[in-house]
């Protein structure tokens, strides 16, 4: 059931790229399926990737989950070296590798996720009774925080996070403990949003998009334009109109949005039902694995569910108006190689976890 939902995910994500990238591969790189061909070798790659994680033995990834912390805050860093890493509209979250990039943000979700997947299994006694065993995983998370926020990288910043105080709270550590660290978070994602001048435009333009359509809240007014037009049943594949440069980043941040314009609201409803089984079936898979013993693999397939759970929401509230203007991918939709790889890497993670879970239960 995993492999059909994420593979049913994957084909919406080919189509909706293919669609909404068109026009703007076409005039950029006067190639129609510019777009569409490297999202195919992004699939190529995502699948081999997967398979070699999923040959992984589990005990692997428990026992390096340091390693792969340690290498994605060194790839933070990197991407912040003047010279090496690449600016787009005023962020610095990629590293060039010839022909294709590489964004460090999405490979530290992966990495934070084993590396605290594995420290609680080793030091549960003092995750869930001490100060210190809480706020050691903190001051990880506040590093890999602050890297991200110098991107800066706001949406990665918050999946990141609230992926990891959920992932603590299921891992059963003290309620008080949790409030406090967890008011004391929220105070500073507040003060972060009102240090920056185009966070407070974007909150702003948030709360009423239509008073300044043209500027602030251009994208966001197009994005509801577009679910507007596709009403029940949608244009058709293929017709959009707001993907002819009227809503910007229509294949990345707001393919949702054309695909609810081309599919209409039972297109859409579709990919959100395809959204909340798969992670509901991953935190079932979670649940088997924490009854069956299997403890790190349990918290490792809470914090993919959140992951996906926590991106899915914010991209598609951002596109509904939902939520303020933030650049996250669509979890096996949007384009975007670096996204797409750690998706299936994570997601062959679950189903090894899923297997070894099976084989022992038949065992019995």
């Known amino acids: 059931m995993l ?94 590798l010839g022909p294709f990039t590489l964004q460090p943000s999405e490979f530290a979700k992966m990495a934070m996720i084993i590396y605290l997947a594995g420290y609680m299994v080793r030091r549960e006694h003092e995750v869930r009774n001490e100060w210190q065993g809480f706020l050691k995983p903190m001051a990880v998370l506040f590093a890999a925080t602050l890297l991200l926020m110098v991107e800066p990288d706001f949406g990665a910043t918050v999946i990141v996070a609230g992926s990891a105080f959920g992932m603590l709270f299921l891992a059963g ?17 507040l003060v972060l949003v009102v240090s920056e001048p185009y966070r407070v435009k974007r909150l702003t333009a948030y709360t009423d998009p239509w008073a300044d359509p043209y500027d602030t809240g251009f994208q966001l007014t197009q994005s509801l334009i577009a679910f507007g037009r596709g009403e029940w049943l949608g244009v058709g594949l293929g017709n ?36 909340a089984a798969l992670i509901g079936r991953i935190f079932w898979v979670g649940r088997a694995a924490q009854l069956a013993g299997y403890a790190f693999g349990a918290y490792v397939c809470y914090g993919v569910a959140l992951v996906f759970s926590g991106q899915a929401f914010v991209n598609m509230g951002v596109s509904s108006g939902l939520l303020p203007t933030k650049g996250l991918t669509l979890p096996f939709v949007s384009y975007g190689g670096t996204s797409l790889i750690v998706c299936c890497a994570m997601l062959a993670l679950v189903l090894k976890i899923d297997a070894q879970v099976r084989a022992r239960g038949s065992r019995r």
């Open 240 to 275: 959009s109109v707001q993907k002819l440069f009227y809503l910007p980043e229509a294949h990345t941040d707001f393919v949702f949005s054309i695909w609810a314009e081309e599919t209409g609201f039972l297109g859409a409803l579709c990919v959100i039902l395809l959204y």
């Open 173 to 189: 550590v003290k309620l008080g403990h949790f409030l406090l660290v967890l008011a004391g978070a929220l105070g500073a994602l």
């Open 3 to 96: 492999l059909t939902l994420a593979c049913a995910l994957i084909l919406v994500g080919l189509l909706a790229i293919s669609s909404a990238s068109i026009e703007y591969a076409k005039i950029n790189y006067s190639n129609t399926w510019f777009h569409t061909s490297r999202h195919l070798i992004y699939m190529l790659i995502a699948g081999i990737g997967a398979v070699v994680v999923y040959r992984m033995p589990l005990r692997f990834w428990e026992d390096t989950g340091w390693i792969w912390l340690f290498l994605a805050l060194g790839l933070l860093i990197l991407v912040l070296v003047p010279g090496i890493g690449r600016e787009v509209n005023g962020s610095q979250r990629w590293l060039p």
